[in-house]
């Protein structure tokens, strides 16, 4: 492994671990994101506790932290399976965030934004696969979870250099969510 992979993996980390929606919670005066709804740092529950402006901030600085690092790896040269362990590493950052005792969200958004470098016909889909589960079920945690399932399958049509990265994101991802899984087998999910 290169000095610039470790680089990029180490960046990936730190920018992921970094927290919007703490400090903005607290900046609002509003409840603290992990002592509230999910107890999720995450923008669907900065929803729950905060309302819409404050959530997608945090959606918005969520999945920067995720695109930046990764297009810049991909700018520097690294490609393939070395972009899939920068974006892995910036998801571990927002899970695992070195800043906030280890406790983070599941980095839907993360990983989201980690994979918009791919290119705008794998984002559209992503999204669109996301608002019409989320339409259908109001279940965040359904709409996350089917997206990530489908996202190696649209990777392989756009981009199949890059399917086994995104594959190894989505399966981190899908690990994250295994209570909500369990919510959900259960039928005692919350939708939003």
Request: glycine share 8%.
């Given at each position: 492994m290169?000095t ?6 180490l960046?990936?980390?730190?920018a ?5 929606a703490i400090?903005?919670?607290r900046?609002l005066n509003?409840?603290d ?8 740092p995450?923008a669907?529950?900065?929803?729950r506790?905060?309302?819409?402006v404050?959530a ?13 690092p990764?297009?810049?790896?991909y ?11 920068v ?7 927002h899970?695992y965030?070195i800043?906030?005792r280890f406790?983070?969200?599941k980095?839907v958004?993360?990983?989201?934004g ?12 992503l999204?669109?696969?996301?608002l019409?589960?989320f339409r259908?079920s109001?279940?965040s945690?359904?709409a996350a979870l089917?997206t990530?399932?489908?996202a ?23 690990v994250k ?7 959900l ?8």
């Amino acid at each position: 492994m290169t000095t610039w992979v470790v680089f990029y993996i180490l960046v990936a980390y730190f920018a992921g671990a970094i927290s919007s929606a703490i400090p903005l919670c607290r900046i609002l005066n509003k409840p603290d994101p992990r002592a509230e709804g999910s107890g999720n740092p995450g923008a669907t529950n900065v929803l729950r506790v905060a309302g819409k402006v404050p959530a997608l901030t945090v959606l918005l600085f969520d999945v920067l932290k995720g695109a930046i690092p990764t297009y810049l790896a991909y700018l520097h040269g690294l490609h393939d399976w070395t972009l899939g362990l920068v974006a892995i590493s910036a998801c571990i950052g927002h899970m695992y965030p070195i800043y906030y005792r280890f406790e983070g969200g599941k980095a839907v958004a993360t990983a989201l934004g980690a994979m918009l470098p791919i290119g705008w016909p794998l984002a559209i889909s992503l999204l669109a696969t996301w608002l019409l589960v989320f339409r259908l079920s109001r279940y965040s945690s359904l709409a996350a979870l089917t997206t990530l399932i489908f996202a190696p399958f649209y990777t392989y049509l756009y981009k199949p250099e890059f399917t086994v990265a995104v594959s190894m994101l989505s399966v981190l991802i899908i690990v994250k969510h295994k209570s909500n899984i369990v919510r959900l087998l259960k039928g005692i999910e919350k939708p939003v």
